[in-house]
C-alpha cells in the first residue's frame, strides 16, 4: 500500500467528486448503468490478465538467461582450468570473462525510455539496495580484469561485451597458434564462447525490446476510465438500498461508493503498475534481477577454481547489492 499510495490518493479524489456531487448538489444525471461499468471491467480484467502474464513472462525470460549465463560461466572456467596448459593462460581467459561480465551488467543497467526506476514511488526505495554500476564508471571495472590496451579497444566499442568476447576467441586462437592449446580444446573453447554469445543475446532481446507499448497503453486507458466510471456505477446501485437499510447509514448509502470504488480501482491500477515494474527486469529497481550478485558469485566460484584467497564479497555492507 505504501508503494502504491500516490494511486490510493488520486482514487480517493476521484471517487469522492462524483459522490459529492450527487449527494449533495443533487445532480442526479451523473449516475450510469452499472451494465455499462460491468462490461469495461470486464474488458480491463482481461487487458489487466493478459499484462501480468506477460511481464511475469520477461522476468522468467531474464531469470532463465542469467541463470544459464551462471552455468556456463563455471563450465567455462572449468575447461580454461583442465583445458589449457599454462595457469597463467588460464588465468588470463578467466579474468577475461569477468570482463565480458561486467560489459555485459553495465549494458543492461544503461536507461531505457520506457523504464519506471526512475519514477517517485520506486526512486525511494533506493535507499535500501546499491546498484553498483551507477557507482563506479565501467572504465575502473574492467581495469581490474583485463590490460589497459585490451579495456581501451572495448570501451570503444558499440557492443562493449561483444568485443569482450571476440578478444576471446583471438586469445584462444593465439594460445592454439602457440601450442597452448590442442585443437580439440580450442573447439570446446570456441563453442562455450558461441553459448556465450547466445545468452548475451538473449539477455540484450529482453533489454532492447520493451513490453508492447501498444498493450500497456490501452491497459491504462481501460482502467483509467474504469476508475472514473466506477463511483458512478455504484452510486445508483447503492442507492437502491436506501428503503432497506436502517441505522445510520439509512439514506446515506450512497457515500459507501466511494471506500468500495476506491478499493476496486486499487486492485486494477496496483497489477497495471506491478506490470510495468515487472516488465523491465534490468532497470536496477528493488525487485530487479539482481545480474550483479549473481556475477560476484560467478567470480568467487572461478577465482576459486584458480586458488586464489582474495574473493569479492557477496554482501554490499549495509545494503543489499542488486
Not at 82 to 100: G, N
Not at 140 to 150: A, G, I, Q, T
Not at 223 to 249: A, D, S, W
Not at 286 to 306: G, Q
Request: charged share 20%; glycine share 8%; aromatic share 10%.
Amino acid at each position: 500500500m505504501f508503494w502504491t499510495r500516490r494511486s490510493i490518493y488520486v482514487l480517493v479524489v476521484v471517487a469522492t467528486i462524483p459522490v459529492f456531487f450527487y449527494e449533495v448538489l443533487g445532480i442526479k444525471w451523473l449516475a450510469m448503468p452499472w451494465g455499462v461499468v460491468l462490461l469495461l471491467g470486464t474488458a480491463a480484467a482481461l487487458m489487466a490478465g493478459f499484462k501480468s502474464t506477460q511481464t511475469y513472462g520477461r522476468y522468467w525470460a531474464a531469470q532463465q538467461a542469467w541463470m544459464a549465463i551462471v552455468a556456463r560461466s563455471r563450465v567455462w572456467g572449468t575447461m580454461c582450468r583442465d583445458l589449457v596448459r599454462d595457469p597463467e593462460e588460464s588465468k588470463k581467459l578467466i579474468y577475461r570473462h569477468f570482463a565480458w561480465l561486467t560489459a555485459l551488467r553495465y549494458a543492461m543497467r544503461q536507461p531505457k525510455p520506457w523504464e519506471t526506476v526512475d519514477k517517485a514511488n520506486n526512486a525511494e526505495y533506493r535507499r535500501s539496495y546499491t546498484v553498483p554500476e551507477k557507482e563506479a564508471s565501467l572504465e575502473d571495472e574492467l581495469m581490474m580484469y583485463v590490460p589497459c590496451e585490451e579495456v581501451a579497444q572495448i570501451l570503444v566499442a558499440s557492443n562493449k561485451a561483444a568485443r569482450v568476447l571476440s578478444l576471446q576467441g583471438m586469445a584462444i586462437r593465439d594460445a592454439l597458434d602457440r601450442g597452448a592449446i590442442d585443437p580439440g580444446a580450442f573447439a570446446r573453447l570456441l563453442g562455450a564462447i558461441g553459448d556465450l554469445h547466445g545468452q548475451q543475446c538473449n539477455s540484450e532481446l529482453i533489454k532492447g525490446f520493451p513490453y508492447p507499448r501498444q498493450y500497456a497503453i490501452v491497459n491504462m486507458i481501460f482502467v483509467r476510465i474504469l476508475c472514473v466510471l466506477l463511483p458512478l456505477g455504484l452510486i445508483q446501485e447503492l442507492e437502491k438500498l436506501n428503503g432497506i437499510v436502517n441505522g445510520f447509514m439509512a439514506g446515506n448509502m450512497v457515500w459507501l461508493a466511494i471506500p468500495l470504488s476506491v478499493l476496486v480501482s486499487w486492485m486494477y491500477t496496483s497489477l497495471d503498475q506491478v506490470g510495468e515494474s515487472t516488465a523491465n527486469p534490468f532497470e536496477g529497481g528493488s525487485n530487479d534481477v539482481p545480474i550483479t550478485r549473481l556475477c560476484r558469485e560467478i567470480e568467487v566460484d572461478l577465482k576459486e577454481m584458480l586458488g586464489e584467497i582474495n574473493l569479492p564479497r557477496l554482501d554490499g555492507g549495509k545494503h543489499v547489492v542488486l
